[in-house]
């Protein structure tokens, strides 16, 4: 869903009101030990506060990659200039099963990493933020870490949940991927709105940027509550916090990979909270890969969001413009791809596999030469001529399986043929489909020390 | 949904092709009187067959109107440049209620008329199509006519099915407006694939474009079967059968208004039958508006476009993409808007407004003016602050019902509330809106003469 065409000038004139807040409101660090490193590098400061002026910022912008390669032993990951990664859920509190939701236990955390391995869209595992109330807290994010790389080999996200989090999880990836070198995982890190890096945030954040590792920076307001009620305001005030949380991982460690996120929502004012779908959030969404590209950094953006309660039309409508919107503006990194709804709040596996054959349809018809003469082949067209057939046609008969996208969990028969079918609801054969991946999954095979590493991180549990 | 950035060179491309097929494959039309005027122009037939010369398009294309106004002595509607025609239903051959799906009623047509009349979206309504079996075949296309001229005071759209039903309802609208000027309502016809124009559809075609009023000609082809299996060969083929129908309304009446439709689906090819979403479509909607802007005239798509059977999952995702790719390319004309499904065979009152709520949700954000001063509120950004928050902001009160969109059939509580709250279902709130559109209803007031023609159009029927 693109709904505008935006123009250079208006990037311009974001970027301008930017540098004003960035210079005259200032930016928020609870942390001494940066505020330090900004006074050193001849910032304004004013307690926790701090006056980011124009040099400053093109300086940090102009050593920020403009993409960069994740590299495991396993598999790369190019994101951005062209290398798009797809992310898979994160967020959930509760599992969705039956029309009730549950607490996730440790086997729906391993399931879904199931799914993660056996898709043909995800390229990007994510660790964190699935909350399972079995794991003890202080050791939560180090299993959570292992399973993701137990049951899946694509690269993954660690987590970014304050210093102790960060470091010992970026540690298992290195001890597991035995590396020390290149960008072998990345972290997920918020700024809070409006204008503010809390200490947590700042340590789990630094822990990536110090040894060199990527992290993205993503904002998450509520317009009318932590940003402007006005969609122009929060794309401003969005922009300043991003590009602050740039600025820090490039004055700390110039060059370190960094990626622009925005996560904004809209927010339900007559309740005073944040809901995960609107058009505004496609507005959102837009606006943010165009700085993004304006600053030659790469993006990444919501994926397949809905305040839906079920699977039902709510979920589908805003699942699909949510998602889209992403895939419009090629967004460099799609995070929470599959599987959330309820504003991040509920996970469903029906949901991931009925999201991802959207996003297959979609990347269906991106890579099609329509302007090859194979393509347009005007040749059969002749032949067929007016008031003719191409059933029986020999390009018909060969392209007919891959020219055009075949979803295979909704009903495209008619509808007496559906009734005569048993009336078997897309729910039913997206369970179906879920059951089928868990059973056929295969786990991967690892070395002794790979297995030792994991081990040692599941003590305790078997999983 | 946007798939492509569609270049300049790639339109030339698909007319080039497009007037080798026009020259040298032809186009059948099964109308003795049309081939004779074809002939006298200097083309070359052979049977039914017409092959049209460079000259001869580009003569045709110099006169079709880049817009045009409907103007009716209630409501005035541009198509083109700007002006955009939002559609009501129209197709269905079942309606479905509570889960199940039964013949339309009398009594359901008109249901549709009143949603039709109570939208603020739908600005242009169409009479043909949905089918009732109540209604005598040889009076059902001026019934139809009639009850859509008395339920609402939108422009209508008459019948197009052939010479008879096509007169009769202009009649009818002549008589009913009591007008013999201008273009006071609109025809939807078809070309059959490949590139045929059987003699009822160019008759019905014929009738308005003879009288000077607007014809929209649409394909609908099938891939694979109607039309090659690969878009970049249905892409070529459509043009040359939707150019073919715009070069005979210039020829027969230089200057009359002319609408350049698609309807392309895509296709089960499992089942050789047609569907009517898929990513496919999307481009066929984007290629379609593109070729009609290197035309300079208007363009029609589709609207609500799903398979679903139910307001599922699939439904809302597959409706909110072909919504979405027809306003992304700001086409001119949206046809078969709301409420449809099962591949425009089911009707659904429910989706009619769910629909509805989607495209509403769009429209909020499209006149939003993000870039004025007062949208981008520097100063209340620089008042709050970092840390701060916006709830209390004289701004945040003012604006927060108009800025953010609240799309009252969708559920934007959280899971916990929603469940205290029953877990009322979208379909439910839906069903209770239909109702209260339905029971709010008051009918237009029309003079004397115009309830007397809509009276003599309506005799024996009570409606």
């Given at each position: 869903m693109?709904i505008?065409?935006?123009?250079q000038?208006e990037?311009?004139?974001i970027?301008?009101?930017t540098?004003?807040l ?10 001494p030990?940066l505020l330090e ?5 001849g910032?304004?400061?004013e307690?926790?506060?701090?006056y ?5 910022v ?7 990659p403009?993409?960069f390669?994740?590299k495991?032993?396993?598999e ?5 200039e ?5 992310c898979?859920?994160s ?13 996730p236990?440790p ?11 056996s898709s043909n869209m995800?390229n ?7 909350y399972?109330?079995a794991?003890?807290?202080e ?13 899946s080999?694509?690269p993954?996200i660690?987590s970014c ?5 960060a470091?010992?999880?970026i540690?298992l990836?290195?001890?597991?991927y035995?590396t020390?070198?290149?960008y072998?995982?990345i972290?997920v ?5 409006p ?7 700042i340590?789990g954040?630094?822990?990536y940027?110090k040894?060199?590792l990527?992290?993205v920076?993503?904002c998450c307001a509520?317009?009318?509550m932590?940003?402007?009620v ?6 401003v005030?969005n922009n300043a916090?991003?590009?602050a949380g740039?600025?820090?991982t490039?004055?700390v460690n110039?060059?370190a990979p960094?990626v622009y996120?925005n996560t ?6 007559r309740?005073?909270?944040?809901v995960s779908w ?18 030659h950094?790469p ?6 969001l809905?305040?839906g309660?079920?699977?039902d039309?709510?979920?589908?409508a805003?699942?699909?413009m949510?998602?889209?919107?992403s895939?419009?503006v090629k967004?460099?990194f799609?995070?929470?791809?599959f ?9 469903s596996?029906e949901?991931y596999?009925l999201?991802?054959q ?5 990347k269906?018809v991106e890579?099609?030469?329509i302007f090859?003469e194979?393509d347009?082949?005007?040749e059969t067209i002749?032949?067929v ?6 059933l ?5 008969i060969?392209?007919?399986?891959t020219?055009?996208y075949y979803p295979?969990?909704y009903s495209?028969?008619?509808y ?5 079918n048993g009336?078997?609801s897309v729910?039913q054969k997206?369970?179906e489909?879920v ?5 056929e999954?295969?786990p ?5 020390k790979q297995?030792?590493?994991?081990e040692k991180?599941?003590?305790g549990?078997?999983?």
């Amino acid at each position: 869903m693109l709904i505008n065409q935006i123009k250079q000038t208006e990037l311009e004139t974001i970027h301008e009101k930017t540098l004003y807040l960035l210079e005259h409101v200032g930016v928020d660090f609870e942390h001494p030990e940066l505020l330090e490193l900004y006074r050193k590098q001849g910032l304004r400061t004013e307690g926790n506060r701090v006056y980011f002026d124009k040099e400053t910022v093109e300086r940090a912008l102009s050593t920020a990659p403009a993409s960069f390669v994740m590299k495991t032993p396993f598999e790369e990951l190019k994101i951005g200039e062209g290398g798009q990664a797809i992310c898979s859920a994160s967020g959930s509190r509760k599992i969705l099963r039956d029309n009730k939701v549950y607490d996730p236990t440790p086997e729906d955390y391993v399931n879904i990493r199931k799914l993660d391995a056996s898709s043909n869209m995800i390229n990007l595992s994510s660790s964190p933020l699935t909350y399972i109330p079995a794991f003890p807290k202080e050791r939560a994010e180090v299993i959570k870490g292992a399973l993701t790389l137990k049951y899946s080999t694509h690269p993954v996200i660690m987590s970014c949940f304050g210093k102790t989090d960060a470091e010992e999880t970026i540690q298992l990836a290195r001890d597991f991927y035995d590396t020390d070198e290149g960008y072998y995982t990345i972290g997920v890190g918020n700024v809070i709105s409006p204008m503010r890096y809390a200490k947590d945030d700042i340590e789990g954040q630094l822990a990536y940027t110090k040894r060199n590792l990527p992290v993205v920076i993503a904002c998450c307001a509520i317009p009318g509550m932590t940003s402007p009620v006005t969609l122009g305001g929060t794309i401003v005030q969005n922009n300043a916090e991003v590009l602050a949380g740039v600025i820090m991982t490039q004055l700390v460690n110039p060059g370190a990979p960094v990626v622009y996120g925005n996560t904004t929502y809209v927010s339900n004012m007559r309740k005073a909270m944040p809901v995960s779908w609107g058009c505004e959030e496609a507005v959102f969404i837009q606006y943010a890969k165009a700085m993004a590209d304006y600053y030659h950094i790469p993006c990444r953006t919501g994926g397949s969001l809905s305040m839906g309660k079920e699977l039902d039309y709510q979920n589908g409508a805003e699942t699909a413009m949510s998602l889209m919107t992403s895939l419009d503006v090629k967004a460099d990194f799609i995070f929470h791809s599959f599987g959330e709804m309820d504003g991040l709040n509920v996970f469903s596996f029906e949901k991931y596999v009925l999201d991802e054959q959207i996003m297959a349809a979609r990347k269906s018809v991106e890579s099609i030469d329509i302007f090859s003469e194979e393509d347009m082949d005007l040749e059969t067209i002749s032949e067929v001529g007016p008031g003719g057939n191409y059933l029986a046609e020999e390009e018909t008969i060969l392209r007919y399986r891959t020219e055009i996208y075949y979803p295979e969990l909704y009903s495209l028969e008619n509808y007496a043929d559906w009734e005569r079918n048993g009336r078997v609801s897309v729910e039913q054969k997206a369970k179906e489909r879920v059951e089928k991946r868990l059973r056929e999954y295969t786990p991967p095979k690892f070395t002794a020390k790979q297995r030792a590493v994991l081990e040692k991180a599941l003590e305790g549990f078997d999983l």
